[in-house]
């Protein structure tokens, strides 16, 4: 598994958006601190026309359980909220035990390259590396990665 430890990943901002308030919202929480530039990854930027992308970078926000608990509750008061989750490898297990706080709000919580075996019935694991000598990106696997996107709007038209 690849370290996010560069001290470099904790400059910038903890949360970036883009996106319409009032649409669909993915949630990415995203243990590897993309998104520097306060703006989303591009491989996500064609996807805000229909949803709100929120990504949060966790190196650059050490509280970040209370942010997602503070975005999650944001959308409590929602006439129909659609909030899906994406995260990966080492805290995909943490993500899950939050999310299960604020199941009547969250349609699902989607994986990348789980650390853990999952088994609710809101978590699906949407990409999983090959971890093979031929791979060029150790697991996980970067949310911005493009197979990444492709599994989640895969499995996000999948449930509309």
Do not use: K
């Amino acid at each position: 598994m690849r370290e996010f430890d560069e001290p470099s990943r904790a400059a910038g901002p903890g949360v970036v958006a883009d996106g319409p308030v009032g649409n669909p919202t993915v949630l990415v929480i995203d243990p590897a601190g993309e998104a520097l530039h306060d703006a989303i990854p591009a491989t996500w930027r064609d996807l805000t026309d229909r949803l709100r992308i929120v990504w949060l970078r966790v190196p650059a926000a050490p509280g970040w359980q209370s942010t997602v608990d503070a975005v999650l509750t944001r959308h409590r008061d929602d006439v129909q909220p659609v909030l899906d989750v994406v995260t990966s490898g080492p805290i995909a297990a943490d993500v899950v035990d939050l999310v299960r706080r604020h199941e009547s709000l969250v349609r699902s919580v989607l994986l990348v390259d789980p650390e853990v075996d999952v088994d609710d019935d809101f978590a699906r694991v949407v990409v999983r590396s090959h971890d093979a000598a031929d791979d060029r990106i150790p697991p996980p696997l970067p949310l911005g990665h493009p197979d990444v996107v492709f599994g989640v709007v895969e499995e996000l038209n999948r449930m509309e």
